[in-house]
C-alpha cells in the first residue's frame, strides 16, 4: 500500500524559506508522480508544483514558479518542496500525492485510488 508522510512545515516570516519533504513507500510501479498540493481556509485545494519518478519532469504553478522548487532523492524516497520567498498567501496546509502522472490540472489519483499525505501546515506571518 502506498503511504507518504509529509514533514517541515512551521511558522516563518514573509521573505523566509522552508524545506517540505514527503517520504514515500508501498510503489509497485515505477511510473507514478509526487505532487504538492495546498488548502488554505475557506479555499479549492490548488496544485502547487508536481515531479515525475520516470523522467523528472516537473509543474509549477504560476503562484509559485520561482519561488519553490521541487527535488527527489530516489535512494530515499523522498520529495522535497523548497519554498523560498514566502509570502502571507503561502500560508496553507500542504499536502503531497501519489498520481499517474505530473501535470497541470487536478489530482489524478495513482491506479484508480487516491493517496495522499496527512498535510502540514505552513504559516507564513506579514
Known amino acids: 500500500e502506498v503511504q507518504l508522510v509529509e514533514s517541515g512545515g512551521g511558522l516563518v516570516q514573509t521573505g523566509g524559506s522552508l524545506r517540505l519533504s514527503c517520504a514515500a513507500s508501498g510503489f509497485i510501479f515505477d511510473d507514478y508522480a509526487i505532487g504538492w498540493f495546498r488548502q488554505a481556509p475557506g479555499k479549492e485545494r490548488e496544485r502547487v508544483s508536481c515531479i515525475s519518478d520516470s523522467d523528472g519532469n516537473t509543474y509549477y504553478s504560476e503562484s509559485v514558479k520561482g519561488r519553490f522548487t521541487i527535488t527527489s532523492d530516489n535512494a530515499k524516497n523522498t520529495v522535497f518542496l523548497q519554498m523560498n520567498s514566502l509570502k502571507p498567501e503561502d500560508t496553507a496546509v500542504y499536502y503531497c500525492?501519489?498520481?499517474?502522472?505530473?501535470?497541470?490540472?487536478?489530482?489524478?489519483?495513482?491506479?484508480?485510488?487516491?493517496?495522499w499525505g496527512q498535510g502540514t501546515q505552513v504559516t507564513v506571518s506579514s
Open positions: 500525492a501519489a498520481e499517474m502522472a505530473c501535470t497541470e490540472g487536478h489530482y489524478l489519483g495513482y491506479y484508480g485510488k487516491d493517496y
